[in-house]
């Protein structure tokens, strides 16, 4: 009985020496392995190893991608104006024995490290650079030159940086409505500007459509006035000849026109002498023609509608 117990705990023992002197490695993995505290060597191969239990321990450190978020810090740019900016970074830990000698062996150590780093690196950079470069297409630049300088810093720390990003770049509250105003009023300013523009090409094609039409006009004036003399020089082409072929009766002629103008309305009144020639025809009837029928009733000249009593000065014509 005595020896089955001695055997099972030989047999005990030898299982937890065996536990604890095999571990494996994962992929994701890099191991440290210590001797009382003291680093002896780093197992970066996946797999199987064995150590010295009790005496050796091991230490794992993750091999993939970290990522580490700073909080909002507000940076002065190089255009005098303030920005609250939020990054965060990635980073791997590529040496676990300087890791370890620096920050320990929790990951959590690097992490109030990697925050001063990042937060100085964003104010020498930031510091000489613009606010329209920081929101344009330099950015990418900008977080190169943090990004390398962020590097040096972490390798003292056994930690590659592999990027750094601005995840948030705002302006302070109480900047912003002044940036705000200052944006509305260079909007207006060249809202302004447009509409002057604006007027001053409507103005230049108003008076070009101005000084087309008095230019138009006139020149329809001018051949309107071309075509009325040459008419007027017509007639009274046309007018000598008939009165050259019988002055008579053009005379008659234009008499009677002139009748047909003075009583056409029915309210004239005419203040002239009985001898006045403008009633010649009413006196004086032409003599008729042989074989000519002598009218039903003899033509009487008109009498004048009003004649008042004669008056010493010679006669005059009024007409209303």
């Given at each position: ?9 030989v047999l ?14 994962h992929?994701?993995q ?6 009382f ?14 150590k ?81 470069a ?12 943090i990004?390398n ?30 940036i705000?105003?200052?944006?509305q ?7 302004r500007?447009?509409?002057a ?13 101005e000084r ?5 006009l ?12 040459t ?16 002055p008579?009766?053009f005379?008659?002629?234009r ?5 047909r103008?003075?009583?056409?309305t ?12 403008f ?8 003599t ?13 000249p ?5 004649v ?5 000065a ?7």
């Amino acid at each position: 009985m005595n020896r089955l117990a001695i055997a099972g705990a030989v047999l005990v023992a030898l299982l937890f020496v065996a536990a604890s002197s095999f571990f494996t490695v994962h992929q994701t993995q890099q191991v440290l392995i210590t001797q009382f505290g003291q680093p002896i060597r780093v197992i970066d191969k996946p797999g199987l190893h064995v150590k010295v239990p009790l005496i050796q321990s091991v230490i794992t450190f993750d091999r993939r991608l970290l990522d580490f978020e700073s909080g909002g810090e507000e940076v002065i740019l190089g255009d005098q104006r303030r920005l609250i900016v939020d990054s965060f970074t990635r980073y791997s830990i590529t040496n676990p024995l300087l890791f370890f000698q620096t920050v320990g062996a929790a990951e959590q150590g690097i992490r109030g490290r990697l925050n001063s780093i990042v937060t100085s690196s964003l104010r020498r950079v930031l510091a000489s650079e613009t606010l329209i470069a920081v929101l344009s297409a330099e950015r990418g630049r900008i977080m190169g030159e943090i990004r390398n300088q962020v590097n040096e810093e972490g390798q003292r720390f056994g930690i590659e940086i592999v990027d750094v990003r601005i995840r948030r770049a705002d302006l302070p509250e109480e900047n912003t409505q002044a940036i705000l105003s200052r944006m509305q009023s260079e909007r207006e300013r060249i809202a302004r500007e447009a509409r002057a523009e604006g007027f001053e090409v409507a103005a230049r094609i108003r008076a070009q459509a101005e000084r087309d039409r008095t230019v138009l006009l006139a020149e329809a004036e001018a051949n309107a006035a071309i075509l009325r003399g040459t008419g007027e020089q017509e007639a009274i082409r046309v007018f000598a000849e008939a009165f050259q072929k019988d002055p008579e009766f053009f005379q008659f002629w234009r008499t009677m026109q002139a009748y047909r103008e003075v009583f056409s309305t029915g309210e004239s009144r005419m203040v002239l002498t009985p001898e006045s020639d403008f009633f010649r025809y009413f006196r004086d009837m032409p003599t008729q023609p042989a074989g000519a029928v002598s009218p039903a009733r003899p033509v009487q000249p008109a009498a004048p509608a009003a004649v008042p009593a004669p008056a010493p000065a010679p006669a005059e014509t009024l007409v209303r």
